[in-house]
């Protein structure tokens, strides 16, 4: 019986919320700032850095009961960051009802940073998002990967910036 409530609180958390409670926690004017910075990010480097936000999982992935990381894994596809030169795109997914965030990184960038390296950024940004710290988690975040992006992928002096992806966060 406990199971069939948990799921069924799962369901409603995930039904409940829409994309104003993505808008309550990064604004617009969040969103621009946090887009300017991949940007800034990506001048120096040659991965491609992508943050994906949603309020609520698909009736299809909660019928299954799929979990964050395994939506985090299908956005990463649809939002081709798999589909970079260098193979060194990064997606940052949060996922609202669960309080969820998941990094995937394309096998370029994976095979150089350990997966204790990603879970150690990921609990950083959970305690700024824990104390309602949205955007600044997000930063935090961005400046590690940007350090990381630049140590093993940096741009030559004479190579110039391909921007592969855009740098808007998407919300679903």
């Given amino acids: 019986m406990a199971t069939l409530f948990s799921r069924l609180g799962r369901i409603w958390r995930h039904q409940w ?71 060194n795109g990064v997606l940052i997914y949060l996922l609202l009802a669960e309080h969820a965030i998941e990094i995937v990184a394309d096998r370029g960038i994976s095979a150089r940073v350990s997966a204790a390296e990603w ?27 940007s350090a990381l992006l630049v140590e093993h992928f940096p741009l030559a002096d004479d190579q110039p910036d391909t921007n592969e992806l855009p740098d808007k966060p998407v919300v679903l």
């Fill in 17 to 87: 919320m829409d994309e104003a409670d993505v808008r309550r926690v990064l604004p617009d004017a969040a969103m621009e700032r946090l887009a300017a910075r991949v940007a800034a990010s990506e001048r120096r480097h040659s991965g491609e850095i992508r943050i994906c936000v949603e309020a609520g999982l698909p009736w299809s992935y909660l019928r299954r009961d799929a979990s964050a990381r395994e939506r985090a894994v299908t956005m990463f596809g649809k939002l081709r960051v798999w589909d970079t030169e260098h193979n």
């Fill in 119 to 145: 879970s150690a950024m990921t609990q950083r940004m959970g305690a700024a998002f824990r104390e309602g710290r949205f955007e600044d988690g997000l930063t935090q975040a961005l400046e590690e990967m």
